[in-house]
C-alpha cells in the first residue's frame, strides 16, 4: 500500500491470531507513526524469542533452557501430572494459583479429520514419563471438545496400567452462571459430575 516494506510489515502482522488486513494496517501504522522505540523493543523481542525460547525436554512447554522452571522447581508434587493441549493451557492452569503439580504438554489433540494422529502428539513420551516417575494422579486436562475428549479418553487406556489414578478437569456450571442460559449438554454435565457439599 504505501512501500513494499509497509506492506511486508503488514503481512508478517496478518500471522498473528485474529488479525486481519486492516487491523494489521492499524498495528503497523501506529508502531510506525507513535511508537517506534517500542517498535525496535518489540522488533528485538521477537527476535530473541523465535532464536531462544523452545521446547521444554520435560514437559514440552516452552523454556529458555532445556528444562524449563516448572519442571525444575523441587516444590512442585512430582505425584501430579497435568496433561495438557497446549503451553497456553499451562499458563492458564498457573494463573490460578491451585495446582502445584507437574505438567505435560501434548502439543494438541487427536482430530483424525485434520489427521493429528497419537504420533503427532507427544502421548509416546507421556506413557514413558509415567512409567518412570512416581506419578499416582494423572489429571487429563484436555479440551472439552469432541477431540479433547476424544484425547483424554485415549490417554485414559494408554496409561491405566501405570497410574493409579486418572482423573478429569470437573465440567459443568461455570461459576457465576445462571441455570436458565445454559446449554443442554454443560448442564447434563454438571448433573452427572455434582459433588458433595
Excluded at 54 to 82: G, I, K, M, W, Y
Excluded at 107 to 123: E, F, K, R, T
Aim: glycine fraction near 8%; charge should be negative.
Amino acid at each position: 500500500m504505501l512501500t513494499a516494506k509497509f506492506d511486508q510489515l503488514v503481512k508478517q502482522l496478518r500471522i498473528l491470531p485474529g488479525v486481519g488486513q486492516k487491523s494489521a494496517q492499524r498495528m503497523a501504522l501506529h508502531l510506525l507513526t507513535k511508537k517506534r522505540p517500542q517498535g525496535m523493543a518489540l522488533a528485538q523481542a521477537l527476535d530473541e524469542a523465535m532464536r531462544d525460547i523452545v521446547e521444554c525436554q520435560r514437559c514440552h512447554s516452552f523454556s529458555d533452557e532445556a528444562v524449563c522452571p516448572l519442571c525444575q522447581d523441587p516444590r512442585r508434587d512430582d505425584t501430579l501430572l497435568c496433561v495438557v493441549e497446549t503451553a497456553a493451557d499451562v499458563m492458564a492452569i498457573e494463573q490460578t494459583a491451585g495446582y502445584r503439580g507437574r505438567y505435560f504438554v501434548l502439543g494438541g489433540h487427536l482430530s483424525p479429520i485434520d489427521g493429528i494422529s497419537a504420533d503427532d502428539l507427544n502421548i509416546e513420551q507421556l506413557v514413558w514419563r509415567v512409567k518412570q516417575e512416581p506419578v499416582e494422579e494423572l489429571i487429563l486436562a484436555t479440551g472439552t471438545t469432541v477431540e479433547g475428549q476424544t484425547t483424554a479418553h485415549f490417554i485414559s487406556e494408554a496409561v491405566s496400567r501405570h497410574v493409579n489414578k486418572v482423573t478429569r478437569l470437573a465440567q459443568g456450571v461455570p461459576m457465576g452462571g445462571e441455570l436458565e442460559y445454559l446449554d443442554s449438554m454443560t448442564l447434563g454435565q454438571a448433573m452427572q459430575n455434582r459433588s458433595f457439599l
